[in-house]
């Protein structure tokens, strides 16, 4: 078994296999570890706003996307109670990518993990990351095979933290267990079918204690997902002893938002609900990391926005884009030039999703209190303009790649297009979300 390498990617989900891709089409030799078996399901509201798109493209996964993923988002609805708002999405100025879709991310992780092997980037799944001792120009990642039969020891000058933000590596875990905090948020997902949720509507519901979105993804189904404080979680299950958290949360849905109850009316729930949390929103990058982080691992918005998977995809880009700048090989264990890279890339994330971050958090607060949603809703009712602003202030319409991205990417359109039929291959196995992938993530609080 190969241990050497270039640059060790831990966690391939949109951020590590986008990382992946990007390296290891430029000729370097990429480890990329996961420790979940693909195709699983995963808490995420699954939007994809239309500024990853030409990305998605570039990284060469843009026609399987296009085949599978839901209907283009246009129109933006806010529901709290009984009342609903809608108004349109902005589009981008990109000509061939105006508008935002859904896509699964059992299909999407997929199709952009089997698109990092085809680049030649070697994935070990189902393995994990046991620890990652050193420093800048010598890392070594300890890894351990999930049936536990096999071990190794990973060696590379550049090591990438693309893991999810409560799934922290094993030396950031202390600073993770905190004390319970009554504002704590919890993360849940549920997949209906037959929901008639109008075509190319992207709604952000809001109630007390929380705040979530509903979207029609692939295949037809409509996802749900929502997060919630942990007392009015605690509150809920409280009411409804007889449920699981998951099903309590889809009770307080139908009962506190008639947009989620109109649409739910002949639906039917496609697995079960799942639960992840608490969520850690907040920058944890900073400029003086050996430890090149992307994804949730770099920074956390709260998800009222939709920019997760943005983020994910957009910061492996800018980490990359830094990497490859000087595509000088020979340099990869000099600490000094992975300092200045990471100063680089720190401010250039800070440019890119500091203001993200800030405004997710002002509108998930708003969101999560009664008084200040029925002036929001208000205003919105008198100015629908308000909401495609709000689309705006969130980036909605910048699109991410840009022109150092592009051209380290060049050289991977011949690599990957040759391999092109394993993501066929991974677009036909995923095709209608069977139950055989039924594991439920869940919190402590849940089990």
């Known amino acids: 078994m190969r241990t050497d390498f270039d640059a060790i990617v831990v966690g391939a989900g949109p951020a590590g296999s986008a990382a992946a891709i990007l390296l290891a089409g430029a ?3 990429v480890a990329l570890v996961e420790k979940q078996r693909f195709p699983r399901r995963k808490v995420c509201g699954e939007c994809l706003a239309a500024t990853n798109l030409p990305l998605l493209a570039a990284l060469g996964v843009g026609p399987a996307f296009a085949a599978s993923a839901g209907p283009e988002l246009r129109r933006v609805a806010l529901m709290s109670g009984e009342r609903t708002v809608v ?19 059992e299909t999407l992780d997929a199709l952009l993990l089997a698109r990092a092997r085809a680049a030649g980037a070697h994935v070990l799944q189902p393995w994990s990351a046991l620890a990652i001792e050193g420093a800048a120009g010598d890392w070594h990642c300890a890894v351990e095979a999930l049936d536990r039969r096999s071990a190794a020891s990973l060696r590379a000058p550049v090591a990438i933290a693309a893991h999810g933000s409560w799934e922290a590596l094993p030396r950031d875990r202390p600073r993770r267990r905190q004390a319970r905090r009554a504002s704590d948020l919890f993360a849940f997902k549920a997949n209906f079918r037959d929901a008639s949720l109008d ?11 929380g705040y979530g979105g509903m979207v029609v993804a692939d295949g037809g189904l409509t996802t749900i997902a929502c997060c919630i404080r942990r007392d009015r979680l605690a509150a809920c299950r409280q009411a409804l002893p007889a449920l699981g958290a998951g099903d309590a949360v ?6 506190d938002c008639r947009g989620v109850r109109l649409a739910l009316q002949a639906a039917s729930r496609e697995g ?4 992840a949390g608490p969520l850690d929103p907040g920058i944890r990058l900073r400029a003086d990391d050996q430890l090149f982080r992307v994804g949730n691992a770099a920074g956390e918005a709260h998800p009222i926005i939709g920019e997760g998977m943005s983020m994910a995809l957009q910061s492996a880009s800018l980490l990359c884009a830094q990497l490859l700048a000087d595509k000088r090989c020979d340099q990869l264990s000099d600490k000094a030039w992975q300092g200045g ?6 401010a250039a994330w800070r440019s890119q999703f500091e203001r993200r971050l800030r405004l997710a958090a002002v509108f998930a607060h708003l969101a999560m209190r009664p008084a200040s949603t029925a002036l929001l809703m208000q205003l919105a009712r008198n100015w629908p303009g308000l909401l495609t602003l709000g689309a705006c202030w969130a980036d909605k319409t910048r699109c991410a790649v840009n022109a150092v991205t592009l051209a ?9 297009a040759a391999s092109s039929a394993d993501s066929r291959f991974a677009l036909t196995a995923l095709r209608g979300r069977s139950g055989s992938d039924e594991m439920t993530t869940t919190t402590k609080e849940d089990r």
């Open 199 to 209: 075509e190319g509507l992207l709604p952000v519901l809001s109630f007390a204690g």
């Open 250 to 255: 889809e009770a307080l849905l139908r009962r």
């Open 27 to 29: 000729g370097w030799s």
């Open 408 to 416: 380290a990417l060049a050289p991977i359109g011949v690599t990957v």
């Open 87 to 105: 108004a349109d999405l902005p589009a981008t100025r990109h000509p061939e990518y105006p508008w935002g879709r859904a896509l699964g991310r």
């Open 341 to 346: 890279v990471a100063r680089r890339y720190a």
């Open 272 to 275: 079960p609900w799942l639960a």
